[in-house]
């Protein structure tokens, strides 16, 4: 436990496209149990504990925050490990942190998912009356009564309800205050970040009116209601959220589409895209999205380097319709004949005189079209 920062768990490759989701009020990260290691495989995952819940320290927060402290216990999170811009993703009071973001940082998202939450909470007064009684009681009244507001009936999350009981009082009556004073109807208009809102249609803490009244506000806003979904939905239907979210943030699918067509050419992804089947859909996803969307991203290597470490491989493999392709790809990534040539008798060396033989007669033909 650090007493600065909060506790948070990372996940996925440290090249990928961060995403910090959130936690809703009395639970800690294990609220993304079952829908942060599928989103790990394309994305930094970096999902956080409140103060005072799971392993964050109660004095994060006082008696009196607001959400945009809690803001910025993430922002700080975030600069911590490296992020600069985020995706989001945030459920109750998770979420009205993420729309805060969406207000006052709007430099530091990529997108934003607001789940089973709210641009307000129902007014000041209950959530007065709840902080009061848990700087009273402390908080095992609220974990006796934790299945009925957060599930539909019959169903439960032991190890959610487990945090709600050993969270501290007093950082959970703090986060109490930061929900009564939280209130952000009249900025909603300044959101322009794309925004997916997800409901659950049986949550009687924030009912689908409340992320109806925020797509309604937000240009760039789509709303996913789940039928028997209640408030924490992201345990209770990880697979419909996980569906939505992964719908949302496919930026990698459309960023490698389009990296993709400025590499290969449009005739060349036209002419796949052409060929595409239901059989061979899937496939042709994963290339836009891992090849070229995280893979020929990633701005550790120029693309001019990336196109000969693909020559180089495509020769020690015997691929020489992908080399043909690949020669031509590399000229638009910069690479002149000669550095070509280089490239290849490089390999004469490493993969075999008769491997580089078939790849040079292969790049004389393709610069020769070229010529032509």
């Not at 322009?192 to 049986?202: C, D, N, P, S, Y």
């Not at 960023?255 to 899937?282: C, I, K, N, W, Y």
């Not at 070229?292 to 550790?300: A, F, K, N, R, S």
Request: hydrophobic share 45%.
């Amino acid at each position: 436990m650090t007493e600065t920062l909060l506790n948070h768990r990372v996940e996925g490759p440290a090249s990928a496209p961060p995403l910090l989701l959130g936690p809703s009020l009395g639970t800690s990260y294990a609220l993304w149990d079952a829908v942060a290691p599928e989103l790990s495989t394309a994305h930094r995952v970096v999902r956080w504990d409140l103060p005072g819940h799971g392993g964050s320290a109660p004095g994060l927060i006082k008696a009196g925050a607001t959400v945009g402290d809690l803001a910025d216990l993430v922002l700080a999170l975030a600069d911590s490990l490296g992020v600069g811009r985020f995706a989001y993703a945030g459920v109750s009071l998770g979420g009205a942190v993420g729309l805060h973001l969406a207000v006052h940082h709007p430099d530091r998202l990529e997108n934003l998912a607001v789940i089973c939450s709210s641009a307000h909470f129902g007014g000041s007064r209950s959530w007065e009356e709840r902080a009061g009684r848990v700087r009273r009681e402390g908080v095992a009244w609220l974990a006796e009564n934790a299945p009925g507001r957060w599930f539909t009936p019959g169903f439960t999350v032991p190890r959610l309800v487990e945090d709600q009981r050993t969270a501290d009082p007093e950082a959970y009556a703090a986060c109490c205050d930061a929900l009564a004073a939280f209130d952000l109807r009249d900025r909603l208009g300044d959101i322009a970040v794309r925004t997916l809102l997800i409901a659950g249609r049986q949550d009687a803490a924030t009912p689908p009116p409340h992320l109806r009244e925020i797509a309604d506000a937000v240009s760039a806003a789509t709303l996913v209601e789940l039928p028997g979904a209640a408030h924490l939905a992201p345990a209770q239907c990880p697979e419909a959220v996980l569906t939505a979210l992964r719908s949302h943030l496919d930026g990698g699918a459309r960023r490698g589409m389009a990296v993709r067509r400025e590499v290969l050419g449009d005739a060349h992804v036209d002419g796949a895209q052409s060929r595409q089947t239901p059989f061979t859909a899937r496939f042709q996803d994963f290339i836009s999205r891992y090849a070229w969307g995280e893979i020929w991203t990633d701005p550790t290597l120029s693309r001019r380097e990336r196109s000969m470490i693909t020559l180089t491989a495509l020769v020690a493999h015997g691929h020489y319709d992908e080399l043909a392709m690949h020669v031509r790809a590399a000229r638009r990534n910069g690479l002149t004949p000669e550095e070509i040539g280089a490239v290849l008798l490089q390999t004469a060396v490493y993969c075999g005189v008769p491997a580089a033989n078939s790849a040079f007669a292969t790049a004389q033909r393709v610069l020769a079209e070229e010529e032509g």
